[in-house]
């Protein structure tokens, strides 16, 4: 999902949040998966509802737009065989207080990190070291739950 597809993909997202209605904290594309921080508002049953329909539109399109995929009409790989585009359903996590958004924060910007060419042990101290430096010079406003 990088090069010209990173754009159709930084599009999508955009708009389909937008569209959702789903306020879009972080979002990071590391080339092989996504990271997407949203903040969903509602009751719990609305904002999970509100989720469901996001994801699997923004899922769906994103296969269809980068891996060319149609109903009936699955995706292939090079050599023609038929291939899943996403291999997993998508993650979620539900982040609580202050101490959740420091540590999605913090995971965030590693992975950000290691996609970049980082290696895995040099991102984390590099994630944590720009992470405190950062919080020190610019304190930042978490949601409250």
């Given at each position: 999902?990088?090069?010209?597809?990173?754009?159709?993909?930084?599009?999508?997202?955009?708009d389909?949040?937008?569209?959702?209605?789903?306020?879009?904290?972080?979002?990071?594309?590391?080339?092989?998966?996504?990271?997407?921080v949203?903040?969903?508002?509602?009751?719990?049953?609305?904002?999970?509802?509100?989720?469901?329909?996001?994801?699997?539109?923004?899922?769906?399109?994103?296969?269809?737009?980068?891996?060319?995929s149609?109903k009936?009409?699955?995706?292939?790989?090079?050599?023609?065989?038929r291939?899943?585009?996403?291999?997993?359903?998508?993650?979620?996590?539900i982040?609580?207080?202050?101490?959740?958004?420091?540590?999605?924060?913090?995971?965030?910007?590693?992975?950000?990190?290691?996609?970049?060419?980082?290696?895995?042990?040099?991102?984390?101290?590099?994630?944590?070291?720009?992470?405190?430096?950062?919080?020190?010079?610019?304190?930042k406003?978490?949601?409250?739950?």
């Amino acid at each position: 999902m990088l090069g010209a597809n990173k754009i159709k993909v930084n599009a999508l997202v955009t708009d389909i949040s937008r569209r959702y209605r789903v306020k879009l904290q972080k979002n990071v594309n590391v080339g092989n998966h996504l990271h997407l921080v949203v903040k969903l508002s509602g009751s719990p049953m609305t904002a999970r509802r509100q989720f469901r329909s996001w994801i699997r539109l923004l899922t769906a399109r994103i296969a269809f737009e980068v891996g060319g995929s149609r109903k009936g009409k699955p995706f292939r790989d090079e050599n023609g065989r038929r291939v899943k585009f996403w291999d997993a359903i998508p993650f979620s996590r539900i982040v609580h207080g202050r101490r959740g958004w420091v540590a999605i924060d913090r995971y965030v910007l590693k992975n950000e990190l290691e996609a970049r060419g980082h290696r895995k042990g040099q991102a984390i101290q590099l994630a944590r070291e720009i992470y405190d430096s950062d919080r020190l010079l610019t304190p930042k406003v978490y949601a409250s739950d």
